[in-house]
């Protein structure tokens, strides 16, 4: 499959993932995106791609801004700040990361978002029995 067809692909699959989506499966959506492109920033670093490597974590690092900035800190209390927390600890060790050629940073990242998602798909579960 070519690259352009695969990106439309994704494309197309990302719009029927997102159109009826909750809120909780927002952030999965979101979570999934991160660790797909965590997987691609790793392999860039491993591959010595330099430019690639630096638009991954790029990618990687706007996607946690955009977790963090959905997130109600006026009314979330201290799961919230905590949160808000892990999301900048994740862009920073990103950031030390890209400027090392860490892949073990990536990897570190990749487990703290790996547990959150599971977390968010436990209360999708939870929810969903509601």
Known sequence: MSHDAYQSYQSVNLN???AQASPVQLVIVLMDGLLDELARARGHVVAQRYELKARSLDKCVA????LSSAL????????VDNLARLYEYCAER???AGVDLNEA????VSKLIHTLRNGWV???G????G
């Open 16 to 18: 029927a993932q997102t």
């Open 63 to 66: 996607i946690i801004q955009g």
């Open 72 to 79: 109600e800190t006026d009314t979330g209390g201290e799961v």
């Open 94 to 96: 990103l950031y030390r």
């Open 105 to 108: 940073l990536i990897d570190e």
């Open 122 to 124: 436990a209360v999708q």
């Open 126 to 129: 939870q929810e969903a029995r």
